[in-house]
């Protein structure tokens, strides 16, 4: 059964790095585990985050889970930002904090373009502009200074371009929300990082390796450094997915993880524009990257699958026994010393998973 917690907030905080846990949604199996939240919430697990491709939405779900929980922050990874207008997303975000007492967590990002134009049917337009407008104007609606009032190359508020009645004026939310709302980007390419670093307080990278966290911490520092802010991270969370996979045998573990893997390595973006194929190979698999890459766009999913190696899920998961994962975990801990990593979100960890690793770490 493990050993019973309590809460994160009654006990003293010996370790930096947090833990976190992904919801998956499923109208076929009565929609959210909720036991796996409130295990997480019950072991003092700092939040929860849901996605959203071209299905399910992220806010439905952390609503939901916000509002049968009490402590847990729940985050959205990500609000795809073509589909709803800065405004939009800001009196979501106010909304959930106000419904929550604040422990809602805002992750917005561009999504790609076979989604925002193939599923959404607008332009993709810059990704990198787009993210450093709509946080703006998400900050000034939040802090509600004055009216909202912006004008981008993306967004312009009020509106007055072609179509328009003329008859817009500057508002101001009529509920006041906290302007200490916490906003994360979803970013692996070194300027989505480095965006991430200038504008918001946290990001969700696909994947990290400890071992080779400049590939993605140096982005964010230099972010931070061009918009005038500390290259330290204290007050930065840097949110990589980690996935695990526990059990005895290590092989079926690592062949759980592989399918998705190369999924995003292989066949997320077009051959000439992806993200996560880019970082794979920034981190040392340059070859094991091409050979995915060209075994899933020629339709070999399987033979894909089987390319990723070991030792590149290894670095980036935790699998195999309870005693491997807590061997594996003092390497994100060691690199959380110095802020290069704030949480760990974890990705496919039942119950028995999420106790071993928070008897680990918390």
């Known amino acids: 059964m493990g050993v019973i917690r309590a809460p994160a907030q009654e ?7 947090k833990l976190s846990t992904t919801l998956k949604f499923s109208a076929a199996y009565a929609g959210i585990e909720m036991d796996l939240v409130w295990e997480a919430e019950r072991l003092g697990f700092d939040a929860v985050w849901a996605g959203e491709a071209y299905g399910t939405d992220a806010i439905s779900p952390i609503a939901w889970v916000l509002a049968r929980t009490s402590r847990i922050k729940a ?16 009196m979501t975000a106010m909304t959930l ?26 332009p993709f337009g810059k990704p990198l502009a787009r993210t450093r407008e709509y946080v703006a104007i998400l900050r000034q609606a939040l802090e509600r200074q004055g009216p909202l ?20 004026k500057p508002l101001r939310s009529i509920i006041h929300g906290d302007p200490s709302l916490k906003i994360y980007t979803a970013s692996v390419s070194p300027a989505g990082l480095r965006t991430a670093g200038a504008v918001a307080d946290g990001v969700l990278p696909y994947f990290m390796s400890p071992e080779k966290a400049a590939a993605i911490v140096e982005p964010i520092r230099e972010g931070r450094a061009r918009a005038g802010k500390s290259r330290d991270l204290a007050d930065f969370d840097n949110a990589p997915y980690v996935r695990v996979s ?29 993200f996560y194929n880019d970082l794979t190979r920034r981190i040392g698999y340059e070859e094991a990257a091409a050979e995915i890459q060209n075994l899933f766009l020629a339709g070999k999913r399987d033979e894909a699958a089987a390319a990723v190696p070991d030792a590149l899920i290894d670095e980036i998961s935790l699998i195999g026994p309870p005693e491997r994962i807590r061997d594996r975990l003092q390497a994100w ?8 990593v704030g949480s760990l979100v974890l990705v496919g960890a039942d119950i028995a998973a999420m106790r071993v690793i928070a008897e680990a770490v918390l």
């Open 11 to 17: 006990r003293a905080k010996d370790h930096a790095v």
């Open 246 to 274: 526990m059990g005895d045998d290590i092989a079926r573990c690592r062949d759980a993880l592989r399918p998705g893997l190369a999924f995003y390595i292989g066949g997320m973006g077009a051959r000439t524009a992806n």
């Open 149 to 168: 009032e912006y004008h981008g190359e993306h967004y312009d508020i009020p509106y007055t371009g072609p179509g328009s009645t003329g008859l817009a």
């Open 333 to 340: 801990q060691h690199i959380a010393r110095d802020n290069s």
């Open 97 to 122: 904090q106000a419904l929550s007492g604040n422990r809602f967590l805002c992750g917005i990002g561009p999504s790609g373009p076979q989604v925002v134009e193939g599923w959404h049917g607008v």
């Open 75 to 90: 985050g959205t990874s990500i609000m795809q930002m073509p589909a709803r207008t800065p405004a939009c997303a800001a």
